[in-house]
C-alpha cells in the first residue's frame, strides 16, 4: 500500500490541524494504521494507532485527550485530529501501515510509511 500524508502546517500553541493519510490500494481495510513523529534530532515516536475496522484505538500518554485517529474504509484515508497543540508537538508525522488487521505502537510492526507532513506549533 502508498500512503501520502498532508494536513501539516504552522500553528500557534492551542490550536488544532487534522492531518490526514490516503491510501493506494483495495485492502486498505484490512490494514492497521500507525501515526509516528519524529523531532528534530530525537527518534521516531509512536503517537496514535487504529486497528483495520476502526474499533481499536491507542495513544501515546503525552496526545492522550489531545488526539485522536479515525478511519474512513470507503475512502482509504486515515485522519489525526490534534488539539490543544503545545509546542512539544512540533515534528514531521509519519502515517504508517502494518500488514495484518491489529493495531500498533512500534514502527517495526509498520512496513508502509508516507512521506511524512510537518508540523510547527509555535509558542
Known amino acids: 500500500v502508498q500512503l501520502q500524508a498532508s494536513g501539516g502546517g504552522l500553528v500557534q500553541a492551542g490550536g488544532s490541524l487534522r492531518l490526514s493519510c490516503a491510501a493506494s490500494?483495495?485492502?486498505?481495510?484490512?490494514?492497521?494504521m500507525g501515526w509516528f513523529r519524529q523531532a528534530p534530532g530525537k527518534e521516531r515516536e509512536f503517537v496514535a494507532t487504529?486497528?483495520?475496522?476502526?474499533?481499536?484505538?491507542a495513544y501515546a500518554n503525552s496526545v492522550k485527550g489531545r488526539f485522536t485517529t479515525s478511519r474512513d474504509n470507503a475512502k482509504n484515508t486515515v485522519a489525526l485530529q490534534m488539539n490543544s497543540l503545545k509546542p512539544e508537538d512540533t515534528a514531521v508525522y509519519y502515517c504508517?501501515?502494518?500488514?495484518?488487521?491489529?493495531?500498533?505502537?512500534?514502527?517495526?510492526?509498520?512496513?508502509?510509511w508516507g512521506q511524512g507532513t510537518l508540523v510547527t506549533v509555535s509558542s
Open positions: 504508517a501501515a502494518r500488514n495484518g488487521p491489529f493495531s500498533g505502537t512500534k514502527s517495526t510492526e509498520f512496513t508502509s
Open positions: 487504529i486497528s483495520a475496522s476502526g474499533r481499536g484505538t
Open positions: 490500494g483495495r485492502t486498505f481495510s484490512s490494514y492497521g
